[in-house]
């Protein structure tokens, strides 16, 4: 038994939380990871997994062990790329999370590009506007739009984009374009779930950032719909760049309150750890960061 190769394997089923799924997942039948965390095991002389037909769950000694193996690795990782990467290829397998809409529009043609630029890296791309934590669900990097990141968090920037105030000149024309910020607590909004009616909308006002407290005729958690329903009259919105594009171009929606745009939302990738960068997660970011910064170049 290869010490190494069965902690990856065991660290793999713990992650996906089944033995069928890491072997699907590697491409070996299921009785061959049986045997390397069975002989795990025995070398041990502990239990790392309780397992039944329907679940797998750690043993408080698997949940410590998957831990130092997770650290292991990492330095075994990180030792051999400090001396590798440089004349290497980058290869293996990279699982990146994506925001539904902006993965959508902007990052899958950058994806596809990069996948035929580094053919020898598996990728695999998630999508989910939910917070995940990416150590448990084996996430390599984390693509994030937002204005405010959790503390602790590790990131790298990749860029930013804008935030617009929109309507449909169809609701413009019959209940007026608001001339200043506190005028909408007279107009029908339209929010984003999250922001229940205690959380305010902030504008640019005088040079400094104030804040809105306003009710929402429509929530919606995700931007699209929230796009949508504006271009249909329902009311005004705040939309980021990416989403409003289209519909500003076809004269669907309009912009309002332009003197007063809400601060930019920072584009990041979000890291799972502040350890060592595999080579592939590096090279990815920097193809992003390029990428991303030339398109907003050619917005300006």
Known sequence: MNRLDAMNLFVRVAELGSFSAAACQLGVARSVVTRQIAALEEHLGIKLMVRSTRSLSLTSAGSAYLEKCRVILELVEEAEAGVMEERLTP??????????????RRLV???????????????????SDRQQNLIEEGIDLSIR?????????????????????VAAPGYLAQHGRPQHPSELTGHACLGYSPQANNRPW?????????????????????????????????????????????????????T???????????IYAVLPSNRYMPHRVRVLIEFLSSRLAAAQSALQ
């Open 91 to 104: 290869s293996g397998q990279l699982r990146i999370s994506l925001p539904l809409s902006f993965g959508l």
């Open 109 to 127: 043609p950058l994806l596809l590009e990069f996948s035929q630029t580094y053919p020898e890296i598996s990728l695999a791309m998630d999508f």
């Open 145 to 165: 739009i937002t204005g405010q990141l959790d503390p602790g968090e590790i990131v790298r920037k990749l860029g930013s984009g804008r935030l617009l105030i």
């Open 202 to 254: 902030t504008f640019q006002v005088d040079g400094h950032m104030e804040s809105f407290y306003l009710s929402f005729r429509l929530q919606a958690n995700n931007g699209d719909a929230l796009a949508e329903a504006a271009a249909q009259g329902f009311g005004i919105t705040v939309l980021p760049d990416f989403i409003a594009a289209d519909y500003l171009a076809a004269g669907k929606l309009e």
């Open 256 to 266: 309002v309150l332009e003197d007063f745009e809400p601060p930019a939302l920072g």
